[in-house]
């Protein structure tokens, strides 16, 4: 049996991913179960789904603790030590990350010891279908990976897709962009062990009392520490010989992100803003433009 | 507290009473709301918040909050808030706290809370003219699970349990609740709906209530960008087509009496609104469904007659 787990963020499209792989094996003939990690679901968030694909009945349920095939959407994720999709990968086990990055940057930076595959798949889904939206991208790479033929590929596109996208042309965008990621990811072979990585940090909580157990937060006013700013694929940029200190930016921020500095003009707090490009499109001088963002690029993505 | 009318965005208090770096999806329509209206109530509050996309803004270890809070079950957001009012009395009266200390209590909930599970203990809140502020944020729907239909999701919208195809390519089959009038006829001191869009409006309607001992409420119109499927971007230019179009108008109610407090010179067609949502796609492709568009209209247009605001 092959287990696969998608990590991204919500509104990438990895439960989407999972669905469509699923589909796609069903279609090839496999035995398959898809089913994402049930959670609120939030825009930017870090969402969870799994795929198992086997030739025999599969008997097992339940969330995937040991992976073969970890596809990691958003790198961002991989520092994330609430996500950890490197959790419980086998050994020999195959990691695909999204990232401009080449396999050895990426396995240094992130410290990886097994195989490691990487495409920019943001750019592609840029390029090809306007948008960051990554599902049909990701299933295709993860098609690839777990030796899924292009027609079933090709077939789990239409059936899946079809429901959720009104719009023709972008359906048939989809799965251009899908299929030329199924022909960028260069197969391999897979051998992987059941063995656990070392060093997995698993605590046990014993059972307490509500009054104990219950979690009261005693600060005030910290959300600023989860730096929501990795959420973002564009970042806001401020030109301030067109800017007028009209204020709209400030007040049209929804997270109060945006201040302004001793001579008025307005600036972001990087670390937090979230992308959402409010600013740019409100601003009545047209003094904020977007700017792709490269997290992999730089210092846990600040810059 | 200052109520002479504010005029311009420069003049919203600066203050933050809510940090950066919560949960919400980028270009929450309903964050933005919550965020000028706590700069408009201060630091010295307490919100009780029912379950909803808003619970997740204090999820353990963080809050974004300067202010205590509260949460309850979907249903009892008002109780909840009953029981803390009478906490902070008995202590004032006990000499335990000093009035200067006192705090106001503010229900903070989504549509699903405030128009379906909630309307009941919110009744009972205003029947006993508790003193407290309610916020209501509406995207139309039950967005926190996968935006499911709710009392407050308008005709036509697509949401996950009115998908339309096939025998019912209309989407939501019913009418939404009119939630203002459902309150309104409580006679409240003080009611309100507000719009992300119209930060001026929105501070001035919460200066305008803090006069008022008693139930002082909210609707805020609130812009969903994976529930109603647009960029996060066009967030403000959304809820603004919802006022400009008629769509969501901005009122308040004094003890009963309804007065407009924005109304467009000349109403957009609410097509302009439909058509750049996702949840509203299906009225416009394959085939244009003209009857469902001409409906719309005509129940914005008859809302406007009936105010004699339009000819």
Known sequence: MLRLRFHGRGGQGAKVASRVLGTAAFLDGYNVQDFPLYGAEKRGAPITAFTRISRENIMERGVISDPDIVIVIDETLLSDPKAMPLSGLKKGGVVFVNTPQSPLESKERYSITDHVITLDLTKIGLDMIGKPVLSSLAAAVASRIAGIGEDALRDALEKELSGIISDRGILEKNTEAALYCYDAVVPVQMKTTESIREGENVINIPFETARVSSPAINATGNTPLRRTGNWRVFRPVWDYDLCTRCMTCVARCPEGCIQVNEDGYPYADYENCKGCLICARECPAKAINDVREMHSQSEEGEL | ?311
């Open chain 2, 1 to 311: 507290m200052d109520t002479i009318p504010i005029r311009s965005i420069r003049e919203i208090p600066p203050e933050e009473n809510m940090l950066s770096g919560t949960p919400a999806c980028a270009g929450c329509g309903g964050l933005l709301t919550l965020r000028h209206c706590l700069k408009a109530l201060g630091e010295k509050i307490v919100i009780v918040n029912a379950a909803s996309c808003f619970t997740l803004l204090s999820i353990y270890p963080f809050t974004p909050f300067k202010n205590s809070w509260l949460y309850t079950a979907m249903a009892c957001a008002p109780a909840g808030a009953q029981g803390v009012r009478d906490a902070l009395d008995i202590l004032i009266k006990k000499g335990k706290l000093d009035p200067e200390e006192d705090l106001k209590v503010v229900v903070l909930t989504g549509d699903g809370s405030a128009y379906d599970m909630g309307l009941s203990s919110t009744s009972g809140a205003i029947y006993r003219n508790l003193d407290f502020y309610y916020i209501c944020y509406d995207n139309e729907a039950y967005g926190n699970t996968g935006f499911q239909q709710s009392g407050a999701t308008p005709f036509a919208s697509r949401t996950a349990t009115s998908p339309p195809g096939g025998a019912r390519p209309t989407g939501a089959q019913l009418q939404k609740k009119d939630l203002f009038e459902i309150w309104n006829s409580h006679r409240p001191p003080y009611l309100a709906t507000i719009s992300p869009a119209y930060p001026v409006d929105l501070v001035n309607k919460f200066r305008k209530a803090e006069q008022y001992k008693g139930p002082k409420l909210f609707i805020s119109h609130s812009s969903c960008p994976p529930g109603w499927g647009f960029d996060p971007s066009h967030s403000v230019s959304l809820a603004k087509l919802a006022v400009e179009t008629g769509i969501w108008p901005l009122k308040e109610s004094v003890h009963g009496k309804v007065e407009h407090t924005f109304v467009p010179k000349k109403f957009k067609p609410v097509e302009d609104y439909l058509k750049e949502q996702e949840r509203f796609a299906h009225l416009f492709k394959p085939v244009r469904q003209e009857d469902i568009l001409k409906s719309i209209q005509e129940t914005v247009n008859e809302y406007w007659r009936k105010h004699k605001l339009l000819s």
